[in-house]
Each structure stands twice: as C-alpha cells, then as structure tokens.
C-alpha cells in the first residue's frame, strides 16, 4: 500500500463530523482529527473530497544520519571485531585467566631483558667467546698450529676452532657422546672419548677427519698423550681400567687396572707417569708409562675430578668436584702437599708451564679459579659463561680456553702473566 492509499483509507475511516488534517514530514506519515462545522445552506457536502489527489513530495535531509533511527546511530557507533578498542578496555573486558597469563608473560620477557641487561653489564671485558656445539664439555689445544679442539656432548661432534681468528672453521661428527679430548702436536693428531659408543675417535688434525675408531674400555672418559712416545691413555669410567693405546699404529696395547670411576688422566711427559683419577675410590692411581703398571695410589678424601701436570716442577693438581678444594700432590713423593680452596664444584684443570699457573674451572660459580704455582693461593677469580666445565691452555699464545657446558660456547681468557711469562 502506498502512502496515497494511506492516506485515502485514513479519511474514509473518519467520521462524517470530522475533518482529517495530513502532514508528511522527514518520512513519518501524520494526521489530526478535529470537528467539522458545515457551512449553512450546504447539508450534503459533509464529506467532500478533495478535487484531486494530493501530491506529497519527500524531501532528503541534509545530514543522511539525522534521519536513522537512534539504535541504528548507536549500532554503528559500537565496536566490532575489526575495531581496535583502547587497550585498557581489552583488559577489563578479558577473562582473569588470560589476564594472569599475559601478566606472567609480560613479566617474564621483562625479567629476561633485566638479567641479559646485567649480564651484559657486569661481563668481563677480557673475555671473547666462540659459539660451537651444545653442551661443550672437553676442550684441547695444538700449540704448534694455533687450533683448538672442543667435543660437543649432544650433537656428537668436534668444534674445530682456528686460534687466530677465534673462528669455529671445521665440525667433524665423532661416536655417541664424546666426553673427552687431547691432541698430540707431533703427530697433529686428535684423540675423541666417546663415551656411549666405547671407542676412540682419531682425526687427522690437518684434514679435519675421522681416520680411525677404536674400541677401548667401558664409558671412556678422560683422554691424555704423551708426546714423547706417542702413546694414548683413555680413563674407563665404567670400568676400572685405563687403557693404553700406540698412537703410531692406532692399536691397543695394554689395559692397567685402577681404581673405580676412573674420571681424568693427566701425563707428566718428562717422567713418562700417567695420573688417573679414581671419582668412586677418591684416589689417584700413579701409572708408570714404561711398564704399564700402577706404582703408587694417592688418597684425597673427596671426590676426584680433573687432573693437570706442571711438567717442570712435577706437581699434580686435582680438582676434587665434591668439595671447593684442588689437592696439590707433589710428583716425586706422590703425596698430597697442599689443598687449595677455589669456588664450588671444580671441575677441569689446566697448567701453563710458562707461568705455573694453575686454571681451574668451577662448575656451580660459572668463573675459573687461577691458582699461583709457587704459592699454592688462588691469585684471580675470573668469569666465564655458565657451568664452565673443561679448561686447556694454549703456551704459545698465552690463552685460555674454557668449555662452558650450559651456554653452548668457549670463553677465550688471556693467560695471566706471571714472574716467567712473556
């Protein structure tokens, strides 16, 4: 029905003594009924129409949303889901779980920007680091061709580092989780424990590949050369043995039973004596190079670790890593001299003959502990990455480098410059 149709069925609606009075204004349809008075003379014209149907014409408004309805002015003012409300509006408007887990979160990412802040703050400025495989944890050196060597436990490799340039230039995949190493520089060939697999990696170190695998004991651990003779000695930590490999040949040639755990082997090379570390007996087993029998065993009373030889004073240190102390034994006597009291759960030790300097890394402080030689005290304390776990020392350069276990990398120290050193 049209709005003329309206407006005629509206006055045929009305009373004969009534007259309709319409409007149409913005759209809305509007009448008034109000009493007719009839003219004298004139009876029948009482309901007289209009001579012609009126026209009404709409006319548009200026403002178009002046004429919607108010609820469609306020649907379109409401917010949908591409509307970006303030963000404190979101936040009342989310449930309290989310709220908390944003709230975690924010606080989180805040916390982990602080301490990067700090570390980055407090690091110490003679420190380099060389990023190499997860979970670094033996590390040795080839002083004649300036190339440090660094087992990865977990991707089962060696991280191949040019000391010059600090730079990792070679990764070679070994056995199942290599937990030791040690370099012969006559030769320039480098020696892998690999733990889980029981054998021995040999890389040619001027090729940076595997030539040989050998099997040795159970769980092989520590590894040591003697350069003189160029013979191997691998510490089975799951079985009490050390066994004794001919670096010319690549055979085994002899397997010297120790004490239990055996952990860390280190080679006194102008005695030709091999010290092995019992970590389940606390003793060191005193092995002569020559025979391939154990002379002598040292008891320390805590738990043995790392071992490291000053070949020129004879001295042996042992970081005994259930107990902040390093047992100092004199060679010659093999008696314990001397406990030196470093930081918690030491772990690797390293000798610099130059300076007689002792480098112990402590697992549970992230620093290494410098021992001075001839007094037998710890002169510096120096930081490193996290869980520092083994530490070789390159005489030629004067460096140090530490294996840290929880960063994934090796820190680069300068050695420290004692009465002998350059």
Request: cysteine-free; aromatic content about 4%.
């Amino acid at each position: 029905m049209n709005r003329s149709q309206r407006i005629d069925r509206e006055r045929d609606r009305v009373r004969d003594d009534t007259r309709v009075s319409v409007s149409y204004n913005a759209g809305v349809l509007t009448w008034v009924e109000h009493p007719a008075h009839e003219p004298a003379g004139r009876p029948e014209d009482r309901t007289r129409q209009p001579a012609s149907r009126p026209q009404y014409r709409t006319r548009r408004p200026a403002n178009r949303r002046a004429s919607e309805p108010r609820q469609a002015q306020q649907a379109r003012h409401e917010p949908t889901e591409t509307t970006k409300r303030p963000l404190a509006q979101r936040l009342a408007t989310m449930h309290p779980t989310q709220l908390e887990a944003m709230t975690g979160l924010a606080l989180a990412v805040i916390l982990a920007g602080l301490f990067v802040v700090i570390d980055y703050v407090n690091r110490p400025v003679d420190v380099k680091t060389v990023i190499v495989g997860t979970t670094p944890n033996a590390v040795a050196v080839d002083s004649s061709t300036n190339t440090i060597y660094v087992t990865n436990n977990l991707p089962e490799t060696v991280s191949v580092i040019d000391g010059s340039t600090h730079m990792v230039m070679a990764t070679v995949p070994v056995g199942h989780h290599p937990d030791g190493v040690a370099v012969d520089p006559g030769t320039h060939t480098v020696y892998v424990a690999n733990s889980d697999s029981h054998t021995m990696s040999v890389i040619d170190g001027l090729t940076n590949t595997v030539t040989a695998t050998l099997p040795v004991g159970n769980t092989p651990f520590g590894v040591a050369v003697d350069p003189g003779t160029h013979t191997v000695y691998v510490a089975n930590y799951g079985h009490p043995t050390v066994s004794v490999i001919d670096g010319l040949t690549n055979t085994v040639t002899a397997s010297v039973r120790v004490g239990n755990g055996p952990f860390g082997v280190a080679v006194d090379p102008a005695t030709h004596t091999v010290y092995a570390t019992n970590s389940g007996d606390h003793t060191v087993s005193v092995i002569n190079g020559s025979t391939h029998t154990v002379t002598a065993t040292v008891p320390l009373g805590n738990t043995a670790g790392g071992v490291a030889v000053d070949p020129s004073t004879h001295t042996v240190y042992v970081a005994n890593y259930g107990h902040p102390t390093v047992s100092v034994i004199d060679g010659y006597k093999n008696i314990v001299t001397a406990s030196v009291r470093v930081g918690n759960n030491p772990f690797g030790v390293a000798v610099d003959p130059a300076t007689h300097t002792v480098y112990v890394t402590d697992f549970a402080d992230s620093t290494v502990s410098e021992i001075d030689g001839s007094t037998h005290a710890v002169a510096a304390t120096a930081p490193v990455g996290n869980n520092p776990d083994a530490v070789a020392v390159d005489p030629a350069t004067r460096t140090v480098y530490v294996t840290n276990y929880a960063d994934h990398m090796v820190s680069v120290v300068k050695a420290r410059e004692g009465s002998d050193g350059a």
